[in-house]
């Protein structure tokens, strides 16, 4: 599993993968825009991550298998003060084999690590227990008293907060994880 910066090379390769998952992950978060769906929509999304990377305001990457394939995407947002908010994806296809948990620790390191960064935020829906374990497995906490709500496909959902510190005993730099340079 490699984590690889989203790049104009992988354009085509990513809207096929964001077409060929749209009703999956529309299914449990907010859909992209119609215009996303095309080579100038997933070319201008890729502008917009490289130039968040180079001001540092985000980190967007592809989870890739070890022969090139996109598995899923996972990013950094709102990056500052020390801290960042985690998303990520991955594939129908590819769900329940690990790669969630793999790629969010592989970025745990990066944003420990290389950033710099002291403290990681995520939310989950409560009816998303696979994503919730995923965060707890790779050390991240869960805010009792930080909750609100979102409406999905005009349904409300509880949705709750988590975060991860650098200095977490649950959280381990990812050993045996490649990511690319």
Known sequence: ??????????????????LENRAFFEAS??????????????EQAIDGAID??????????LVKSGAG????RINLREVGQ?????????????????????AVRALLAIAFGDLGLRRIVAGSR???PASIAVLLRNGFTRWPDQQDT????????????FECQKASPHFAPANGISRDP
């Open 1 to 18: 599993m490699l984590l690889v910066a989203v790049g104009h090379a992988d354009r085509d390769a990513l809207l096929a993968f964001e």
């Open 69 to 72: 394939d996109i598995l899923g």
């Open 82 to 102: 020390g801290s960042a908010v985690l998303g990520y994806r991955i594939g129908a296809v590819h769900v329940g084999q690990g790669h969630a948990s793999a």
């Open 150 to 161: 979102v409406v999905q496909n005009g349904v409300v959902h509880a949705h709750w907060y």
């Open 126 to 128: 409560a009816t998303n």
């Open 29 to 42: 978060i907010q859909p992209r825009a119609a215009q996303y769906y095309s080579q100038q929509g997933v």
């Open 52 to 61: 968040d990377a180079a001001a540092g305001r985000g980190f967007q990457f």
